[in-house]
Structures are given as structure tokens and as C-alpha cells.
């Protein structure tokens, strides 16, 4: 664990925090834009969790705590993995070696949880969204282990804090190869376990063909607000994580490495909107080979590494 | 700091992997042409000088292996009206692991191999990975003409090899071995158009039945 941790750290992974609900906003907003509509403002987000957290909940009488407990998780074991990212390029919040497992653990429970609560309710409807949303993420999850073993061969640093922070501005010049086929299995990647196109389409609400939205059916008021928090700051995230390894921050100063994250991730929701104006939903069955093939592009450059 | 070769041979091997996961016949003759054209950029980045050898030999290799065959290839499927899914006999997910796997054992190998004195050390892997890759295909889709795929990428593998060697194999060779493939590619091309027309499918399973 750390012994001392900078607050300026902190600052940046608040300003992650608060600026999470408008990520999806500007992916949505950019697919309006390039498909010659208006859209919803950037910043609706915003507005539907304030009208969510004023409404009430309504439980249904077989659900049990695990419903209960679903989002609080989803939304705790985010702000976990978010603890562990060097946003500011010097150091993270909560680093020790090995995090990368730590931070593959948080996202999976994050899932276990939204996944347990949607069974919960007995609904076939949201088991089989859960169903769904696990089988994509037994394809993802290898493929951010590649990721990270790609980085960390890269970088020689065992930790997200130095395998993504400090170390891979050296390691772009000697490896751009390799981090680059990373950087695009990392895109892949968050548009997988975030439910986007061409995986899932976040503005479908048809039951059969969702694999996120489904699984929440059930979840009201504050609860559903903290579920659409968690999906927002899950995407916000994902894009984070992918700033990170492509653009290096240590040279850049405390206060102007949280700024450059911030548009860097604002960058990824377009290139978002992009990829869901441009691309219609992959059968569900093609799902695992787009996976499969940004885990042969990870490996690729693990290979090349070794090399 | 990478050479320009090496990014090359790299946007090959995705090529390659392409080629492997995509489940449609036009995306896989685009993906073998866009590998036709960085096949013939590479002498041209791998020359020290450029002489008219380098430069004809890149160019034949454009206009060969990037323009005429995939057009050729494309009309073969307009004309035929195959199906445009590639239906193989192993999946895709398989198909994309094995050419992982295939990557893996060019890299591995190259080392052990006493090939003398290549300029740029990813060349004979990426050969012998695109030969091992292009034997997958070959292999393991029904469909005669991604076995013409199959057979080009093979052939793209063993042209990379023979990169190695540029400086010492003569541009006749070079030129016979160009056209050799688009007689092939033309041949096959009309081997295609019959069993469709024999069998209203290019499923090369259907040979087998063959009697006179």
C-alpha cells in the first residue's frame, strides 16, 4: 500500500468522478450529430440522476438484499478501480505490484454483482441478459489480461501506476508497435464490456436484444440512478484507462495531466459516437470474434515484446 | 525506434489476422490487397539505394498482387454470385487462435533458422507466419475461392522470404515468379467459374463426388 498519497491524485480521480455522467452524453450526442439529428444535450446524464435520486424505490416482494446490494457495489467497485489509475501521470491514489489482477478483480465484481442482482429477481428476461452480459465478459476479461501483459512487459513495472503512468513515455518510442495493437484491443475492449455498438446497442430498450440495459430492468428510483452512474463511470473508465497508455503524462505538469485525461476521455466518447454511427450491431454470435480478434491483436504485441 | 519496414511487415501480419476472422469473401480479398500493396512497398523501404530493379520489382508487385488479382477475384464473385460468407469448416474464434498460435511459431522459429544476413530481423517471421496462415486458410475454408485467398497469402509468405535475398536474386526470377501467380490466380479463377457452373456452389467438397 502507499504510504503517503498525493492529493492532487485525489483531485483528479474527483474530477473523473464528477465529469463520468457526461461521457455517454457526448458518444450519444456525436452518433445525433453524424446521423443529422439534434440529440439530447450533452448533459442530459446529469439531469436523469438528479430526477432519478428524487424518486422513490420499488422492491419487488422476492427480491432479497442481493437487489438491494447490486448498484452500491457496481458503483463501489468502479470508484475502486478508479483509485488505482495514475490520472495525473505521477503516481496513483492506491498502487502496490500486482494491481493489475486488482484492478481486472474490481471490474469483475462490479459485474458479479450487477449480474447477481438481475438474476435475483427472477425475471427470465434479466437472467438472460445476465447470461449474456457474462459470456461477453469470459471472452473480454482474457483480453484485458493481455492488455496488462503487454504493459507490463512494455513498461517493466508490475503496477498500473508505473505500467500506465510514468514508464510508458519511455516505452512508446521502443515498442510503438506493440502499444499501439494494445491501445486497439483497449478500444475494443470498452466497446465490449460497456454494452456499445457494435456489441450492444445502449439505445435499443427492446428486451430480446439488450445485454445491459436488461439486466436492469428492475431497478428504480435512486437505485437505477447509482446503475446508470455505474455504467457512465464503467465507460469513463474504460476511456481513462485508454488515455492513459496512449498519452504519456509525465512530462506534463500536475495540474495539466488531469485536464489532458479528461479531454483525452472526451476524445474516446466521440470516437464512440463515431464507431455507432458508422456500424450497425454485430449478431450476438459474432460478438466473441471481434473479441477473439482484439485478444490476437493484444497477443501479437505481446509476442513482438518477447521478441 | 522502428523502421518503417518493420511497420510494414507489422500492418502484414494484421493483414493476416484479418483475413483469418473476417466472415466475408469481399473483406477478405480487400485485406489481401491492401497486404498485395504493403508487400510492394516493402523493397522500396527495405533498399538501401533505389535502383530500377527495387523499383520495378515494387511496382509489378502493386499492380500484380494489389490491383489486378483482388479485381479479378471480385469479378470472379460477381459473376459467379457465390454467397458472400466465407462458411469454414473450423470457426472463426479457432481459425483466429491458430493464427495467433501461427505468429507465435514464426517468432519462435526465425531465430533458429540460419538464414544469412537479413537487413531487417521481423522479415522471416512475418514470411513464415503468412506461409503458416495462409496454409490455415487453404485448409480449413470449403469455399474455392478463399482457397485462392489461401493460396495468394501463401505465396505473399514465400515472396517475403524471398525479400531477404533481394539483393542477390535476379529480377528475371523475380518477374517469372509474378507472373507464375497470375497465371495461377487466372487458372483457378476459371476453375472456380466451372465448378459453380457444374454445381451451383463453389463448395470444393463437391469435387470428391467427381466420376466420369
Redesign the interface.
Known amino acids: 500500500m502507499t504510504g503517503h498519497t498525493d492529493w492532487r491524485a485525489l483531485v483528479a480521480v474527483a474530477m473523473v468522478l464528477l465529469i463520468a455522467p457526461a461521457i455517454p452524453g457526448i458518444a450519444t450526442k456525436t452518433k445525433s450529430v453524424l446521423t443529422g439529428r439534434r440529440g439530447a444535450p450533452v448533459l442530459q446524464g446529469y439531469r436523469d440522476l438528479a430526477k432519478l435520486v428524487r424518486k422513490g424505490r420499488v422492491y419487488s416482494d422476492v427480491s432479497t438484499w442481493v437487489f438491494r446490494a447490486g448498484p452500491v457495489v457496481v458503483v463501489a467497485s468502479l470508484v475502486l478501480a478508479l483509485l488505482m489509475l495514475p490520472l495525473d501521470g505521477r503516481s496513483a491514489p492506491l498502487h502496490f505490484a500486482g494491481d493489475v489482477v486488482a484492478f481486472a478483480g474490481a471490474l469483475a465484481l462490479g459485474r458479479f454483482a450487477l449480474v447477481l442482482s438481475g438474476l435475483d429477481t427472477g425475471s427470465s428476461f434479466e437472467g438472460m441478459g445476465a447470461s449474456r452480459e457474462v459470456t461477453i465478459a469470459s471472452f473480454a476479461e482474457p483480453v484485458l489480461f493481455l492488455c496488462f501483459a503487454a504493459l507490463v512487459l512494455a513498461t517493466g513495472h508490475l503496477s498500473l501506476n508505473g505500467a500506465v503512468g510514468p514508464a510508458i513515455g519511455a516505452a512508446w518510442p521502443r515498442d510503438t508497435a506493440s502499444l499501439v495493437l494494445v491501445a486497439l484491443a483497449l478500444f475494443v475492449l470498452l466497446l465490449a464490456e460497456n454494452a456499445r455498438v457494435p456489441v450492444d446497442d445502449p439505445a435499443t430498450h427492446l428486451e430480446l436484444t439488450m445485454v445491459h440495459e436488461v439486466i436492469v430492468l428492475d431497478h428504480s428510483g435512486p437505485d437505477l440512478a447509482l446503475v446508470l452512474y455505474g455504467s457512465a463511470l464503467k465507460l469513463t473508465l474504460f476511456a481513462a484507462l485508454l488515455v492513459c497508455v496512449v498519452v504519456p503524462r509525465a512530462a506534463l505538469r500536475a495540474w495539466t495531466a488531469p485536464v489532458a485525461v479528461a479531454a483525452g476521455v472526451a476524445v474516446v466518447a466521440v470516437l464512440v459516437g463515431v464507431v455507432e454511427s458508422a456500424m450497425a450491431r454485430l449478431r450476438l454470435t459474432r460478438v466473441p470474434q471481434l473479441i477473439v480478434g482484439a485478444g490476437a491483436l493484444a497477443l501479437f504485441g505481446i509476442i513482438l515484446l518477447l521478441r | 525506434?522502428?523502421t518503417t519496414a518493420?511497420?510494414l511487415l507489422?500492418l502484414v501480419?494484421?493483414t493476416d489476422?484479418a483475413v483469418l476472422?473476417s466472415?466475408r469473401l469481399r473483406t477478405c480479398i480487400r485485406a489481401v490487397a491492401a497486404q498485395g500493396l504493403l508487400l510492394g512497398l516493402l523493397p522500396v523501404a527495405l533498399a538501401s539505394r533505389y535502383t530500377v530493379h527495387v523499383v520495378a520489382l515494387s511496382a509489378g508487385t502493386v499492380v500484380v498482387k494489389a490491383v489486378v488479382l483482388p479485381l479479378f477475384l471480385l469479378w470472379a464473385i460477381r459473376e459467379a454470385a457465390v454467397r458472400r460468407e466465407v462458411e469454414p469448416l473450423v470457426g472463426?474464434?479457432a481459425s483466429?487462435?491458430l493464427?495467433?498460435a501461427a505468429?507465435?511459431a514464426g517468432?519462435a522459429i526465425a531465430t533458429r533458422l540460419p538464414v544469412p544476413d537479413v537487413a531487417e530481423?521481423?522479415l522471416v517471421?512475418v514470411a513464415l507466419a503468412t506461409v503458416m496462415i495462409g496454409l490455415i486458410v487453404l485448409t480449413t475454408r470449403r469455399k474455392a475461392l478463399t482457397q485462392v485467398v489461401g493460396y495468394l497469402m501463401l505465396e505473399n509468405g514465400i515472396y517475403l522470404f524471398g525479400l531477404t535475398q533481394t539483393e542477390s536474386v535476379p529480377f528475371l526470377l523475380e518477374v517469372g515468379v509474378l507472373l507464375d501467380i497470375f497465371a495461377g490466380v487466372f487458372i483457378m479463377g476459371i476453375v472456380v467459374f466451372h465448378i459453380n457452373r457444374e454445381f451451383d456452389s463453389l463448395d470444393s467438397s463437391h469435387l470428391t463426388e467427381l466420376r466420369d
Open positions: 525506434m522502428q518493420e511497420l507489422l501480419v494484421l489476422l476472422g466472415s472463426y474464434i483466429l487462435l493464427g495467433a505468429v507465435a517468432f530481423p521481423v517471421p
